[in-house]
Structures are given as structure tokens and as C-alpha cells.
């Protein structure tokens, strides 16, 4: 029987049927910029959400054509706290990280084809993903801890570019934790349901964190994480 092509099957069989795979981070002057890709797409879903697209560029200090035509554009801090800000207050949307988060699967930034590609295990997709995550935010990277019987997805921030930049900290953390619970579903083909999730701020509707998160949710001090069972790795 001829098998399918790897590149055609589902992420699951793949992490079965693909030995060797490119490591996650060759130097290669063709990388592709997913801060602007992220942006483009936080763009798009705040224009479902009735968001004037130029306005809010306007209002953030983005040159709304320089970031279509320019690939290799770049954004610092300030504008990207200012932007966040900016998309909820005009989208009236106090949750919008956590909803856009809810909205979005990551092979619209060109994330996921790069997990997959360099990942022979569910495990070494988390780990690599956590390894690209600086590729959109500098606040956050990602960690896995593997306990007996429970594994915790760590998002571990700059306390010092929190504070400075609130906006992005927040709406940046809620889309962070989502889009793990979701795509996790994409990458085992089944709707997974964590343990618990730990979020370290007040929730303004903790009921909807849970709806979208499928799990308790409580505020902790300073820790940001995501508690599974070991079984979604195996």
C-alpha cells in the first residue's frame, strides 16, 4: 500500500511518519518575520470585530502601509503595548487578547508548519513552540515541566517589561494561553480539557477564562501556567 506524503498528512501521523526534520533555529536570512505576520492578523481579527484597520494603526503609531509592503519591519514595545490598548478600546472588547486568541489558529502566522517540521514527539512540539514564542513577543518565553503524572506549560515574563508595558502584558498573556489549548487540539486531532490554569492578574469575567480556557481558573502572584495530564503526550 503507497503511504501518503508527509507533507500532507495530519500532524499526528507525521510525528510517526517523518525521521529527520531541520533544526528549529538555522540561521537563515529568509526567516520569516512573525512579529508582522502576528500583527497583520491581530489587524484582521480586530477588523471582524468592527475595528477601523487605519484608525487603529493611526492611533498606535503604525504606518499601516509600511507594514503590508515591508517584510522585514520591526516593532518596539511601546508600540506594541499601544496597539493592543488601542484594539480593545476601539473593539469595546476589555478581553480582546483571550478572544482573539479564541479566534485564531497559528498557521495564519506561519507558526504551526515550523512546529511540525522540527517535532517528532507532542512533547517537542510544545518545546519548540515555546522556542519560537520570542519570535512574536519579547515579554514572554515558554517552559514545560514534566511531573508523574501532570505536565505544566509555564509562561515566564520580564516583570520589568510588564509593568512598563501593561497592555501588551495582559491581552498577550490571555492570546498566549489560549491559542496552547487550541492548537494543542490541532496537534493530537482531539479536544483536549486541562487541569487548571493559573493567570497572574485580576479576572474581569473569570467564567469566560474558563469557557475558553475549559478549565478553573484562579489568580495567582506572578505565575502564568497551564496544567495537563501527562496522557496528551504520549
Known amino acids: 500500500r503507497e503511504s501518503l506524503p508527509a507533507s500532507i498528512l495530519p500532524f499526528s501521523a507525521r510525528l510517526i511518519t517523518t525521521e529527520?526534520?531541520?533544526?528549529?533555529?538555522?540561521?537563515n536570512k529568509q526567516m520569516e518575520n512573525f512579529?508582522?505576520?502576528?500583527?497583520?492578523?491581530?489587524?484582521?481579527y480586530?477588523?471582524?470585530?468592527?475595528?477601523?484597520?487605519?484608525?487603529?494603526?493611526?492611533?498606535?503609531?503604525i504606518d499601516l502601509k509600511e507594514l503590508q509592503l515591508d517584510a522585514a519591519i520591526r516593532y518596539d514595545g511601546a508600540s506594541i503595548n499601544s496597539l493592543?490598548?488601542?484594539?480593545?478600546?476601539?473593539?469595546?472588547?476589555?478581553?480582546?487578547g483571550l478572544h482573539f486568541g479564541e479566534?485564531?489558529?497559528?498557521?495564519?502566522?506561519?507558526i504551526i508548519g515550523q512546529i511540525v517540521q522540527t517535532s517528532n514527539t507532542v512533547e517537542d512540539a510544545l518545546m519548540n513552540a515555546g522556542a519560537m514564542t520570542p519570535l512574536i513577543t519579547d515579554i514572554f518565553d515558554m517552559k514545560l515541566d514534566r511531573g508523574k503524572t501532570h505536565f505544566t506549560i509555564l509562561f515566564l515574563y520580564d516583570k520589568t517589561k510588564a509593568e512598563t508595558w501593561p497592555f501588551a502584558f495582559r491581552h498577550t498573556a490571555d492570546y498566549l494561553s489560549v491559542i496552547v489549548v487550541h492548537e494543542m487540539d490541532g496537534l493530537l486531532l482531539q479536544k483536549i480539557t486541562p487541569v487548571a490554569a493559573q493567570l497572574p492578574y485580576q479576572l474581569s469575567n473569570q467564567h469566560e477564562y474558563e469557557r475558553i480556557l475549559r478549565c478553573p481558573v484562579?489568580?495567582?502572584?506572578?505565575v502564568l501556567s497551564i496544567e495537563l495530564h501527562n496522557r496528551y503526550l504520549t
Open 20 to 27: 529527520e526534520r531541520p533544526a528549529i533555529f538555522e540561521k
Open 84 to 96: 493592543w490598548k488601542n484594539a480593545a478600546h476601539l473593539s469595546n472588547d476589555p478581553l480582546f
Open 35 to 44: 512579529q508582522r505576520r502576528f500583527i497583520l492578523a491581530l489587524l484582521g
Open 103 to 110: 479566534s485564531m489558529q497559528l498557521a495564519a502566522v506561519g
Open 218 to 222: 484562579r489568580r495567582s502572584t506572578d
Open 46 to 61: 480586530a477588523v471582524h470585530k468592527g475595528v477601523d484597520s487605519q484608525r487603529l494603526c493611526e492611533l498606535s503609531g
